[in-house]
């Protein structure tokens, strides 16, 4: 396969640009390639500048769930920009998403829109600390909370990707507020919880972890954290960026069935435009100014096009079977890999939750980051290149989540089953 343009366009990209990705996670450097570089995108399928055709798992880190180009969100977005892209101002449809999300997510009784994931988890910690009085935080090895200061703390994604969970630049001072225990680890939590009495905030967890590879909570693990912060006066949040109206239409709170204080969303409930949201209960939302004095703010926060395109998202999302179709798909998916690999004498750990799925490369079950980070990651960079070379385009590392959309055909789940069933073959 051609990539002559792309490698042409990342030279050019390196001058301007830092590393020539505006991303961490978009680089391949880690699976020791140059990026493709995307002309477009339609439906299930993704196009780069050579002109190569390939069937995409990645649909801009999740928010593609209904396909790319679906005409529904071009028409609300094209209809939103005849009337300004941006006022700074108040409008209507900032009301009808907020309660079209309060109806969808049972933790949510109001909420505030930003403009990324990032911003949600951020604006969310602070307003915890603002409600509870207390600093410190308590997150978990592997899992992904966006780039803020005090999150950036053995992070997974690109900070796990690249060998810097910890990143530079991040004050001592601020890092030692932030605790980190194991996912689907109780034990760790209450240890923490022991040694920190009343001084913790918050704890923040993805409920179905996807930035270390995807992790599914063990039976019990959130029920347990749920109870931990009762008893404790800690506030539970779900950092549902990835999971929430992905896994079920409510998140994986509806899923399990826990229910969080606060809950981060991230650009699914913009049809893929830059957006964010954070809400919980409506004593703590009030807390946030200017109703109470816990600041956060943006000029772009409910941004008329995202909230049009989340609109007319949320609205696909509602229609009777869509979970049931899009479930059905990716079992096929994600169960023709694993045999793939297992006909291949190369067996992975395959893990899936609704439509986000992930082939570890692993004879051992993965539950936590020291688990996730034994993979044979080299053995995953031939798979990648393997399978991209073949149409496929899988995320550019080992700790990061498959998505599925509506949109993948037949046609598409069998071509892909029989290029791993190839792939494997070839890295044995
Ligand atoms: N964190 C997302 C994937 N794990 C993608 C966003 C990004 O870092 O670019």
Known sequence: MNHERSSLLFQQAKKSIPGGVNSPVRAF????????????????????????????????????????????????????????????????????????????????????????????????????????????????????????????????????????????????????????????????????????????????????????????????????????????????????????????????????????????LGKIIGGGLPVGAFGGKRDIMEKLSPAGGVYQAGTLSGNPLAMSAGIATLNILKQPGFYKTIEEKSRAIADGIASAARSAGYPIYSTRVGSMFCAFFSKREVYDWPTASRCDTNAFSKYFLAMLNEGVYLAPSQFETAFVSASHSDADIENTIAAASRCFKLIV
């Open 29 to 264: 450097k880690s699976v020791g390639a140059d990026p493709i570089f995307i002309k477009k995108a339609i439906g299930s399928h993704i196009y780069d500048e050579d002109g190569n055709d390939f069937i995409d798992y990645v649909g801009s880190w999740g928010p593609m769930i209904a396909g790319h180009c679906h005409p529904d969100i071009i028409k609300a977005v094209h209809d939103t920009m005849s009337s300004g892209a941006s006022f700074g101002a108040p409008t209507e449809r900032e009301t009808i998403l907020a309660n079209m999300i309060i109806e969808a997510v049972p933790s949510i009784e109001m909420v505030r829109m930003v403009s990324s994931g990032t911003e949600a988890t951020m604006s969310a910690i602070r307003l915890a600390r603002g409600f509870t009085g207390r600093d410190k935080i308590i997150k978990f090895s592997g899992c992904y909370h966006g780039h803020a200061d005090s999150l950036l703390v053995k992070a997974g994604s690109g900070a796990a990707t690249f060998g810097v969970p910890d990143s530079p630049g991040v004050p001592a001072d601020v890092a030692k507020l932030t605790l980190t225990a194991e996912y689907n680890s109780l034990e760790s939590v209450k240890n923490l919880i022991t040694e920190n009495i009343n001084t913790i905030a918050c704890i923040i967890v993805e409920p179905v972890a996807g930035n270390m590879g995807t992790v599914p909570p063990r039976d019990g693990f959130l029920e347990g954290l749920r109870e931990i912060c009762t008893n404790e006066g800690i506030l539970l949040i779900f950092d549902e960026v990835m999971s929430g109206f992905r896994v079920a239409y409510g998140g994986a709170q509806e899923l399990y069935g826990v229910t969080p204080d606060m809950t981060t």
